[in-house]
């Protein structure tokens, strides 16, 4: 009896003396996560482990290795590993100090990071419910422990995705009871950014902050002007030594820059960084720097494209990239490789994400772009809109101008190229075409020109004008890139509920 009522004893004194903490080395450990250096960040957790074994955020630190494995990888065998490690660790978690911030985030941040990558297998019903239960804990934890950081910045990134929620899914969206805005959001995830900055406690967690944010307001706010004053936050010391590190933050500066027309910048920042043999392989960097160079029409474009296609084990953007390649040999006046390509579209990748679906559709339409039309598309959105332009007009001198698909083409291409060279009256002239001469075209021209109008209204402070061209656009019965555009006229809408 008293070796029991000692063994009762030393299960107590174990389970009070469970921690839940962010020490140095679970710091370190996360920083080597960020940089995807996955050998060396288990190493570093091992260590923590043999420190203080009844420390619980070693297990959160090892899912957000299996997790950030699988949504880079995209292979089946490593989300298989995540969800058979899931409950294992949630248990773990749940034994920790129920007195940290850090204890019900933690939980949180499994849930959130497998009902992530549920949903990027397209498992969407089991995918919300994991995000569901960590909205539901976040919730419980602001209640707890109010502006923890951690928590503002998870909480800020899903009142975003909440925003822009198409109408169709909007019963799921109240059935699991989120709410939030966009500007809700952004505001949220400004405030964990500039946090992360002024509190040395968590200055780790500033490059996450600053991702989530850039990822928003790229994607979510509609401002120009904020967009490119995420350029200056990467220009801070602190953020420059992590671009150097970390592709994942590479990546998201090439992302800003091609957002904001610099092109030449995207280029630099990829090629310049340096990927270590001992970093978890980030392939879709190929796939953007064959895209940007292909922007600036240079003869080596294929070959990064190249690399990603015959390394990338995934399914996303495999398609988008066969296009162009094929894109590549047609301006090389190539046919016989730009139809090898084509047909290489049908034969392998996914129907998930907006640039493949158009890939396959290009591919069984069969028809071949004008070539001065590509090439004015490929250049505006490396941002070299003179010579997009350049090339539009010796499309009008041209015998296809006569064309009505490539007409309409042509008056779309016109309206972005002024639109994002800052010529507004010379842009609206050319979406108001658009729209009028394209509404019935299946095509995204009309579509996404009036997406685009709405957003100069907005901008410009013509909220009534900004909603009438957001319902047009979501009104119009279109195939190609329907669900990024959609999403983006709705987190219109949304940002407008609170002007």
């Not at 009256?425 to 109008?453: C, D, R, V, W």
Request: glycine share 4%; charged share 25%.
């Amino acid at each position: 009896m008293k070796i029991i009522f000692l063994l009762i004893l030393l299960g107590i004194s174990a389970i009070s003396s469970a921690s839940t903490d962010f020490t140095p080395l679970c710091k370190s450990a996360y920083k080597e996560i960020i940089s995807l250096r996955f050998t060396e960040a288990h190493r570093i957790i091992l260590q923590e482990k043999k420190n203080n074994p009844s420390n619980t955020i070693p297990s959160l630190l090892e899912n957000s290795i299996d997790f950030l494995t699988v949504m880079l990888s995209e292979e089946d065998k490593d989300l298989e590993i995540l969800l058979n490690n899931r409950e294992k660790r949630l248990q773990l978690l749940a034994k920790g100090d129920k007195k940290s911030p850090w204890f019900l985030y933690s939980q949180a941040e499994v849930y959130f990071q497998t009902g992530l990558a549920r949903i990027k297998f397209q498992e969407y019903i089991s995918g919300g419910m994991e995000i569901n239960r960590a909205y539901r804990l976040l919730l419980e934890n602001e209640k707890k422990h109010p502006g923890f950081l951690p928590a503002k910045a998870r909480l800020g990134l899903l009142h975003c995705l909440v925003g822009t929620v198409p109408d169709k899914y909007k019963w799921a969206a109240r059935a699991l009871d989120f709410e939030g805005s966009i500007p809700q959001g952004i505001s949220e995830l400004n405030q964990a950014y500039k946090s992360s900055l002024a509190n040395k406690d968590y200055d780790f967690l500033i490059p996450e902050s600053l991702f989530l944010l850039s990822f928003a307001t790229i994607n979510m706010s509609g401002d120009r002007k904020a967009t490119h004053s995420m350029l200056r936050e990467f220009e801070k010391s602190i953020n420059i030594e992590w671009t150097n590190r970390s592709p994942l933050m590479a990546f998201c500066l090439a992302n800003l820059y091609l957002k904001t027309g610099q092109n030449d910048e995207a280029i630099k920042q990829i090629t310049t960084l340096e990927r270590k043999a001992d970093q978890f392989p980030f392939l879709y960097l190929d796939y953007i720097l064959g895209t940007c160079k292909l922007n600036r029409l240079d003869a080596d474009a294929h070959l990064p494209l190249l690399k990603y296609v015959a390394s990338f084990k995934g399914k996303n953007y495999i398609r988008s990239a066969y296009q162009y390649l094929a894109w590549y040999y047609l301006i090389q006046d190539n046919i016989e490789k730009y139809n090898v390509y084509m047909q290489r579209i049908t034969l392998r990748g996914a129907e998930q994400v907006d640039n493949d679906i158009q890939a396959l559709k290009n591919a069984e339409k069969g028809s071949v772009q004008d070539i001065n039309l590509l090439k004015a598309r490929l250049l505006f959105d490396g941002g070299y809109y003179d010579k997009s332009i350049a090339m539009l007009n010796r499309f009008s001198q041209s015998a296809s101008a006569s064309n009505p698909s490539m007409q309409l083409e042509y008056n779309y291409r016109s309206a972005r190229v002024y639109d994002e060279w800052g010529k507004w009256p010379e842009a609206i002239k050319y979406y108001e075409i658009t729209i009028k001469t394209g509404s019935q075209n299946a095509s995204y021209f009309a579509a996404n020109s009036a997406l685009h109008m709405g957003m100069i209204m907005e901008n410009r402070g013509k909220f009534k004008e900004a909603e009438l061209y957001y319902r047009k656009c979501l009104e119009m019965d279109f195939s190609e890139y329907n669900f990024s555009i959609s999403q983006k006229a709705k987190a219109g809408l949304n940002r407008l509920k609170n002007k």
